[in-house]
């Protein structure tokens, strides 16, 4: 597709479910990124990938949260044992590079609104 | 890392020139300045980016001063669909947003 896909657009998940979110970068675009935002406030880093490897995830809250990108595309963001505070909105970003001193741009979706009930 | 400050929020009026000045008094010397527009339920969209003296797009112009501890982001001419958040970032690859500026678009 022409821009970042995230699927799905809304979940709605039971407190203590797992729960899957993907994304799907830009063609090509080798650093991929997640964040949350909540109501009101900024995105908030989770992790950055270059390739396949995560090469910064000190955004991830705790241990329930993973992500993976196993052939350095699409990325999973996983979600285990899911809290009432883990509702947000989760958004993820390409870029053609991601490497230091000129960021480049980055690309975000539209995101997947998360509710854990 | 470089802290970021803006204001949180600011008032115009349609077809007035905006400013939105961005404080990172200890940005590193490899580190760019760039600056995004977000929309609600949208994600973030990149307006534009910078190292030192002005630059220009069709969208918006960004001030650097020499000691680049500021920057300033200038809209021409805003319209009702400026009506937005814009986030201020400094950094290298791990991009943090700040609280942004809620701009209000008045008619």
């Known amino acids: 597709g022409a821009g970042v896909s995230q699927t799905p657009s809304n979940k709605v998940t039971e407190k203590g479910k797992y729960v899957e979110l993907r994304c799907d970068p830009i063609s090509g675009h080798t650093a991929l990124y997640w964040y949350r935002q909540s109501l009101g406030q900024g995105p908030e880093f989770l992790i950055y990938f270059q390739g396949t490897g995560a090469a910064d995830d000190s955004g991830l809250p705790n241990d329930r949260f993973f992500a993976v990108r196993p052939e350095g595309s699409v990325s999973t963001l996983k979600i285990q044992r899911t809290e009432r505070g883990d509702s947000a909105v989760y958004l993820c970003?390409?870029?053609?590079?991601?490497?230091?001193?000129?960021?480049?741009?980055?690309?975000f979706g539209e995101g997947s609104r998360l509710t854990v009930l | 890392l470089a802290k970021t400050t803006q204001p949180i929020s600011m008032d115009s009026y349609e077809g007035q020139e905006v400013n939105i000045t961005c404080s990172h008094n200890n940005i590193a010397t490899n580190d760019y300045i760039t600056w995004y527009q977000q929309f609600p339920s949208q994600g973030p969209r990149f307006i534009i980016q910078?190292?030192?003296t002005k630059v220009t797009n069709e969208v918006a112009s960004l001030f650097i001063p020499a000691d680049r501890k500021s920057s300033t982001l200038s809209l021409p001419r805003v319209s009702l669909s400026d009506t937005a958040v814009y986030y201020c970032l400094v950094g290298d690859t791990q991009i943090i947003f700040g609280k942004g500026t809620r701009l209000h678009i008045l008619p």
């Open positions: 910078g190292y030192k």
């Open positions: 970003a390409s870029s053609l590079t991601g490497g230091r001193g000129n960021t480049g741009e980055l690309f």
